[in-house]
């Protein structure tokens, strides 16, 4: 049971993301006096005649003197319930690159729209991505409610839209909460607003201190890509040999078999070490050493599996890209694939489709795709890799797309074909 | 309470976790990497999580400090035990020697902070550091709530916030060209409460100015600043008697103290729990210089 629960928000300046923040971060406390006094002051600077929250959470020259929010941002929040990691993406300029980021490690994602306005374009192409990138459950702020007079009717006709959506992407309805708020005047963001007697569920803030954590990957067989080969040679221990990792699924016990990926060298682990003494077991999400009861030659890049439940081990592979990149790719590039703790040559043979997330609806056979793109290719590496479906498991189903010349990180790769267009537009029987 | 403690320890698992990643991470793709290692808290957590990523083997890294000159030598004598107790190897580079030699010049208002900027830029050029680990964390100021775990600094050490790469999942991009380095921050999404209660838990020893004393102090811009080479007290300036501690440890003629009774580790973490001010915000003067400030530090090659 994990106690620190990583959200994505998503949605543009104008439906009032910064002020949402600026108030979940206000009301919890987590924004100081000398933070605040910055932003009376510069606020003042400017003429304002109220201070303006977004000056929270724009930090870059270029952000404020724009006005919009360019990168994602990272906030940190806690109650007595739980610790908060918020990756504030912003909507208006590379919506996909910071929406994409935010969303790879988000438990959770907040969209938000403005309540006069309700679901639109880019609410379902953020949704879209964050179903794509497997964040697991969904939240709707149905902002600025205060200007509709808390019409419940108003509310419910956004709610039954976005749920319509979220459905398209294969989230349950249980897993998509829609709330009425104002963060402005702060209605159900902290505190329950007398505003909205209709709405019976949870605030904003009470649903983050509740929602359950999506366990890291338990019911997936165990994955462990190596990191780094301990060897201390030292006179204390002139012949350890254990190997650095992080478990990136499942759970590995002492004397459970293991296979050893690509080359196929079986052992058992024989202890699982680490600097407090040695573990029981491991768990996805932990950084351990591992000691194998047998002399095998692994190296940083492989990747120790539960033998009974290998990965297909490929030298070609379907796969989801979202560019994000300046630079257009064409089908036959050649790229690096960091992929685990291996980084291996690759091209990127075919342009399969491009996909229309606004429409749910895919392009076959496309010319390139461009920055903000998401498409599906194909993909061939010089040296196998072993791959998990990205929709099974998001750590070894994921990989980066590299520019070989200047090291540029040109697109977040997805093993499989993960888009929700099938479910959308071939809806199953 | 126990809920409570829980909750604080699945966190910090969580943080500890990430960061022995990032420590190997490092350790695999880079070929000379270095600690920033001033002996302030952050950087003793960094060092610690360091020993504990690559036990039973020592730390394949060296350390090193841009000594101001005008550091607190209680912070000085902690440094040098920490390096001798663990068998590490720790470079200082001496803002000093830049002035004697003419490549920088002090300052008129006698400030050495933003004068650690070339002497560390040189250092890592001189040795050809690839990967340099600091101790910044996303919640310290808000240009650093925008900063990777991985950052990548161009040939001049330069921070080019539109450069960034995205960071995605942990896969973290440590591709550079020759010339070209990366700042990695392990303690990304720590906060200081954080940082704090780790100490606690894993009994870290600190440097004690860290806990309340007794030190002959002046005020200044509303920080109380100790007595020593930096200058001060100036005219109008007067010394006087105060029971306090430091919340962050650097340059002494810009790191302020707080009036504070927390000399153990369970007070200092009730007390940050309850204070209404940024360390930094109460502590450095030199974040108070401009809305930006921090962000143009950043840009010149700064931490």
Redesign the interface.
Same mark, same amino acid.
């Given at each position: 049971m994990s106690d620190l629960l990583r959200l994505a928000t998503a949605g543009s300046v104008d439906d009032g993301k910064s002020t949402l923040v600026g108030r979940l971060l206000y009301d919890t406390k987590s924004v100081l006096a000398d933070q605040l006094d910055a932003v009376h002051r510069a606020s003042a600077d400017r003429g304002l005649a109220t201070p303006d929250l977004s000056l929270l959470v724009d930090g870059l020259r270029s952000e404020r003197e724009q006005g919009i929010t360019i990168d994602v941002a990272y906030r940190y929040f806690a109650t007595p319930k739980r610790s908060f990691v918020l990756a504030d993406t912003p909507g208006h300029v590379q919506y996909t690159r910071n929406t994409v980021t935010g969303a790879s490690t988000a438990q959770l994602g907040v969209l938000l729209v403005d309540a006069r306005k309700g679901v639109i374009e880019q609410t379902r192409r953020h949704a879209a991505v964050l179903a794509l990138l497997g964040v697991p459950r969904l939240v709707l702020a149905v902002n600025k409610i205060d200007l509709v007079g808390y019409d419940e009717a108003n509310f419910k006709l956004t709610a039954k839209e976005f749920t319509t959506h979220a459905n398209a992407l294969g989230y349950a309805d249980s897993d998509v909460l829609t709330i009425p708020v104002s963060a402005l005047v702060g209605d159900n963001v902290v505190e329950r607003s007398a505003n909205t007697p209709w709405y019976t569920g949870p605030t904003l803030l009470e649903h983050l201190e509740t929602v359950p954590v999506e366990p890291d990957p338990h019911h997936v067989p165990f994955r462990f890509p190596v990191q780094y080969v301990i060897r201390p040679r030292t006179p204390e221990y002139p012949d350890y040999r254990g190997y650095a990792g992080q478990v990136a699924a499942g759970t590995i016990t002492p004397g459970q078999e293991i296979v050893v990926l690509p080359s196929g060298g079986r052992s058992v682990v024989q202890r699982i070490d680490t600097p407090d003494g040695e573990l029981a077991e491991a768990t996805a999400g932990q950084s351990v050493t591992l000691v194998l009861s047998h002399d095998l030659d692994v190296s940083r890049g492989d990747l120790i599996s539960a033998a009974d439940a290998a990965p297909a081990v490929v030298d070609e592979f379907d796969a989801t890209l979202c560019w994000l990149a300046d630079k257009a790719l064409r089908a036959g590039a050649r790229v690096l694939v960091k992929h685990g703790t291996k980084t291996t040559q690759a091209f990127v043979t075919d342009l399969v489709t491009r996909f229309d997330e606004q429409r749910l609806s895919s392009v076959e056979l496309p010319d390139l795709l461009q920055l903000n793109d998401i498409g599906q290719v194909r993909i061939r590496t010089a040296e196998p890799l072993p791959v998990d479906d990205y929709t099974v498991n998001r750590r070894t189903g994921a990989f980066l797309v590299i520019d070989a010349s200047d090291g540029t990180t040109l697109a977040a790769g997805l093993v499989g074909a993960p888009l929700p267009v099938r479910d959308a537009v071939n809806p199953g029987p | 309470m126990t809920? +409570?403690l829980?909750?604080r320890t699945?966190?910090l698992? +969580?943080?500890?976790? @990430?960061a022995?990643?990032i420590f190997?991470?490092v350790?695999?793709e880079f070929d000379r990497p270095v600690i920033l290692f001033s002996g302030g808290k952050d950087s003793t957590v960094l060092l610690h999580l360091a020993?504990?990523?690559?036990?039973?083997?020592?730390v394949p890294f060296a350390l090193l400090h841009v000594d101001t000159g005008h550091n607190f030598p209680e912070v000085i004598d902690f440094r040098d035990r920490v390096v001798g107790k663990h068998g590490l190897r720790l470079l200082v580079a001496h803002v000093q020697d830049w002035i004697d030699d003419g490549r920088l010049t002090e300052r008129p208002d006698g400030t050495r902070n933003p004068l650690q900027t070339v002497p560390l830029l040189d250092t890592i050029a001189e040795n050809k550091f690839d990967a340099v680990f600091g101790g910044g964390r996303?919640?310290e @100021?808000?240009?650093? +709530?925008?900063e990777r775990i991985f950052s990548?600094r161009n040939a001049f050490g330069q921070w080019e916030?539109?450069r960034?790469?995205?960071?995605?999942?942990?896969?973290y991009?440590g591709?550079?060209?020759p010339g070209e380095h990366v700042r990695v921050f392990p303690l990304?999404?720590w *906060?200081e409460?954080?940082v704090w209660n780790y100490i606690a838990r894993e009994k870290i020893e600190l440097p004690d100015i860290y806990y309340a004393h007794e030190r002959e102090v002046y005020l200044r811009d509303g920080m109380w600043l100790a007595e020593g080479p930096w200058g001060g007290p100036r005219d109008g300036e007067t010394l006087e008697r105060r029971t306090i501690r430091y919340r962050t440890v650097g340059d002494g003629s810009c790191t302020g103290a707080v009036d504070s009774d927390a000399r153990t580790i369970e007070d200092v973490i009730a007390e940050v729990a309850a204070?209404?001010? *940024?360390e930094r915000?109460?502590t450095r003067a030199d974040d108070r210089l401009s809305? +930006?400030a921090m @962000?143009d530090r950043k840009r010149e090659g700064y931490f």
């Amino acid at each position: 049971m994990s106690d620190l629960l990583r959200l994505a928000t998503a949605g543009s300046v104008d439906d009032g993301k910064s002020t949402l923040v600026g108030r979940l971060l206000y009301d919890t406390k987590s924004v100081l006096a000398d933070q605040l006094d910055a932003v009376h002051r510069a606020s003042a600077d400017r003429g304002l005649a109220t201070p303006d929250l977004s000056l929270l959470v724009d930090g870059l020259r270029s952000e404020r003197e724009q006005g919009i929010t360019i990168d994602v941002a990272y906030r940190y929040f806690a109650t007595p319930k739980r610790s908060f990691v918020l990756a504030d993406t912003p909507g208006h300029v590379q919506y996909t690159r910071n929406t994409v980021t935010g969303a790879s490690t988000a438990q959770l994602g907040v969209l938000l729209v403005d309540a006069r306005k309700g679901v639109i374009e880019q609410t379902r192409r953020h949704a879209a991505v964050l179903a794509l990138l497997g964040v697991p459950r969904l939240v709707l702020a149905v902002n600025k409610i205060d200007l509709v007079g808390y019409d419940e009717a108003n509310f419910k006709l956004t709610a039954k839209e976005f749920t319509t959506h979220a459905n398209a992407l294969g989230y349950a309805d249980s897993d998509v909460l829609t709330i009425p708020v104002s963060a402005l005047v702060g209605d159900n963001v902290v505190e329950r607003s007398a505003n909205t007697p209709w709405y019976t569920g949870p605030t904003l803030l009470e649903h983050l201190e509740t929602v359950p954590v999506e366990p890291d990957p338990h019911h997936v067989p165990f994955r462990f890509p190596v990191q780094y080969v301990i060897r201390p040679r030292t006179p204390e221990y002139p012949d350890y040999r254990g190997y650095a990792g992080q478990v990136a699924a499942g759970t590995i016990t002492p004397g459970q078999e293991i296979v050893v990926l690509p080359s196929g060298g079986r052992s058992v682990v024989q202890r699982i070490d680490t600097p407090d003494g040695e573990l029981a077991e491991a768990t996805a999400g932990q950084s351990v050493t591992l000691v194998l009861s047998h002399d095998l030659d692994v190296s940083r890049g492989d990747l120790i599996s539960a033998a009974d439940a290998a990965p297909a081990v490929v030298d070609e592979f379907d796969a989801t890209l979202c560019w994000l990149a300046d630079k257009a790719l064409r089908a036959g590039a050649r790229v690096l694939v960091k992929h685990g703790t291996k980084t291996t040559q690759a091209f990127v043979t075919d342009l399969v489709t491009r996909f229309d997330e606004q429409r749910l609806s895919s392009v076959e056979l496309p010319d390139l795709l461009q920055l903000n793109d998401i498409g599906q290719v194909r993909i061939r590496t010089a040296e196998p890799l072993p791959v998990d479906d990205y929709t099974v498991n998001r750590r070894t189903g994921a990989f980066l797309v590299i520019d070989a010349s200047d090291g540029t990180t040109l697109a977040a790769g997805l093993v499989g074909a993960p888009l929700p267009v099938r479910d959308a537009v071939n809806p199953g029987p | 309470m126990t809920l +409570a403690l829980d909750r604080r320890t699945a966190n910090l698992d +969580a943080l500890e976790s @990430e960061a022995i990643h990032i420590f190997r991470e490092v350790a695999g793709e880079f070929d000379r990497p270095v600690i920033l290692f001033s002996g302030g808290k952050d950087s003793t957590v960094l060092l610690h999580l360091a020993l504990k990523a690559f036990w039973p083997a020592p730390v394949p890294f060296a350390l090193l400090h841009v000594d101001t000159g005008h550091n607190f030598p209680e912070v000085i004598d902690f440094r040098d035990r920490v390096v001798g107790k663990h068998g590490l190897r720790l470079l200082v580079a001496h803002v000093q020697d830049w002035i004697d030699d003419g490549r920088l010049t002090e300052r008129p208002d006698g400030t050495r902070n933003p004068l650690q900027t070339v002497p560390l830029l040189d250092t890592i050029a001189e040795n050809k550091f690839d990967a340099v680990f600091g101790g910044g964390r996303r919640d310290e @100021e808000r240009a650093r +709530a925008k900063e990777r775990i991985f950052s990548l600094r161009n040939a001049f050490g330069q921070w080019e916030p539109k450069r960034q790469r995205p960071e995605l999942w942990n896969l973290y991009n440590g591709r550079h060209r020759p010339g070209e380095h990366v700042r990695v921050f392990p303690l990304s999404n720590w *906060t200081e409460l954080d940082v704090w209660n780790y100490i606690a838990r894993e009994k870290i020893e600190l440097p004690d100015i860290y806990y309340a004393h007794e030190r002959e102090v002046y005020l200044r811009d509303g920080m109380w600043l100790a007595e020593g080479p930096w200058g001060g007290p100036r005219d109008g300036e007067t010394l006087e008697r105060r029971t306090i501690r430091y919340r962050t440890v650097g340059d002494g003629s810009c790191t302020g103290a707080v009036d504070s009774d927390a000399r153990t580790i369970e007070d200092v973490i009730a007390e940050v729990a309850a204070s209404r001010l *940024t360390e930094r915000g109460a502590t450095r003067a030199d974040d108070r210089l401009s809305e +930006a400030a921090m @962000e143009d530090r950043k840009r010149e090659g700064y931490f």
